[in-house]
T-cell receptor, first 115, second 113 residues
Framework: GAVVSQHPSRVICKSGTSVKIECRSLDFQATTMFWYRQFPKQSLMLMATSNEGSKATYEQGVEKDKFLINHASLTLSTLTVTSAHPEDSSFYIC???????????FGPGTRLLVL | QQQVKQSPQSLIVQKGGISIINCAYENTAFDYFPWYQQFPGKGPALLIAIRPDVSEKKEGRFTISFNKSAKQFSLHIMDSQPGDSATYFCAASNEAAGNKLTFGGGTRVLVKP
């Protein structure tokens, strides 16, 4: 149990375009989903927290207009990187937490490369 | 401000040996301490977690030791295997702050056959 999926697993896009990443909890209802960014050989950095049906809470330094987060249902959250630039190239990982317990279950990640 | 400091950054251990990774935290409000294992190109997977009301937790070959007064906790991997070669992250969270995880910097473990 506690499986989280992400789609796509990797994406290459041109500078200036927008990219949407989906995060789904497959076998539980995720009241809270988190979005992280991880650069090579570095730790995970929390970008934002989203609760179903409400606006996401962004960490300091993360542009909310650039990284649009939608958590429309208890099993789906999306991250849209708008007007992507090469410096946005990174590994984006989501996690999900149910309403019981504090454990976060992570998705497999999405590798974004902006040319 | 790095609230969770992890050491060492990398570790090489022989097959069958013990891998030990240490973490120290600053925020005394943290009340949940998980360890995650991450393979290249994959998302982190929860290994084992502990709460501050216990000093040790063991699951198979993985043991967490927790020292509340010192604000330190460590992961011991017994009988290390080549398949354990991965990056390990400690983390900490606080329920009152929404269970947001603060990660340590990670330790790359290489188990040599």
């Amino acid at each position: 149990g506690a499986v989280v999926s992400q789609h796509p697993s990797r994406v290459i896009c041109k500078s200036g375009t927008s990219v949407k990443i989906e995060c789904r909890s497959l076998d539980f209802q995720a009241t809270t989903m988190f979005w992280y960014r991880q650069f090579p050989k570095q730790s995970l950095m929390l970008m934002a927290t989203s609760n179903e049906g409400s606006k996401a809470t962004y960490e300091q330094g993360v542009e909310k207009d650039k990284f649009l987060i939608n958590h429309a249902s208890l099993t789906l959250s999306t991250l849209t990187v708008t007007s992507a630039h090469p410096e946005d190239s990174s590994f984006y990982i989501c996690s999900a937490r149910g309403d019981l317990g504090e454990t976060q279950y992570f998705g497999p990640g999405t590798r974004l490369l902006v040319l | 401000q790095q609230q969770v400091k992890q050491s060492p950054q990398s570790l090489i251990v022989q097959k069958g040996g013990i891998s030990i990774i240490n973490c120290a935290y600053e925020n005394t409000a943290f009340d949940y301490f998980p360890w995650y294992q991450q393979f290249p190109g994959k998302g982190p997977a929860l290994l084992i977690a502990i709460r501050p009301d216990v000093s040790e937790k063991k699951e198979g070959r993985f043991t967490i030791s927790f020292n509340k007064s010192a604000k330190q906790f460590s992961l011991h991997i017994m009988d290390s295997q080549p398949g354990d070669s991965a990056t390990y992250f400690c983390a900490a969270s606080n329920e009152a702050a929404g269970n947001k995880l603060t990660f340590g910097g990670g330790t790359r473990v290489l188990v040599k056959p």
